[in-house]
């Protein structure tokens, strides 16, 4: 019995470490626009970026995360000052 929980633990600190890093990756998204909104960043971004956030693109586009994730960057667009784009979504694919 005390053999299988040490893998039992390992489990959860693993689970626990790819959420979040998950976490940390998609919640990286609303800084990123913040800064090149306020003209510290490239705008259009950098190939690189687009590259790199183009998952979480598709996160909003064909997952149930839409509407959290529109919550989120509006947030961030607040923060920044400006109204949130009436244009289309944040996490539109021609950003990313």
Request: glycine share 6%; proline share 12%; charged share 20%.
């Given at each position: 019995m ?70 989120y ?24």
């Amino acid at each position: 019995m005390k053999e299988g929980a040490p893998k039992k633990s390992r489990a959860i600190i693993w689970t626990l470490c790819i959420l979040a890093v998950f976490t940390l990756y998609v919640g990286s998204t609303g800084p990123i626009r913040h800064f090149q909104i306020k003209g510290t960043l490239p705008e259009p971004p950098p190939d690189w970026q687009k590259v790199f956030y183009r998952p979480v693109a598709y996160l909003h586009k064909y997952t149930p995360l839409s509407k959290p994730l529109d919550v989120y960057s509006e947030w961030w667009w607040k923060l920044a000052g400006m109204p949130y784009p009436p244009s289309g979504s944040y996490y539109d694919l021609k950003y990313y």
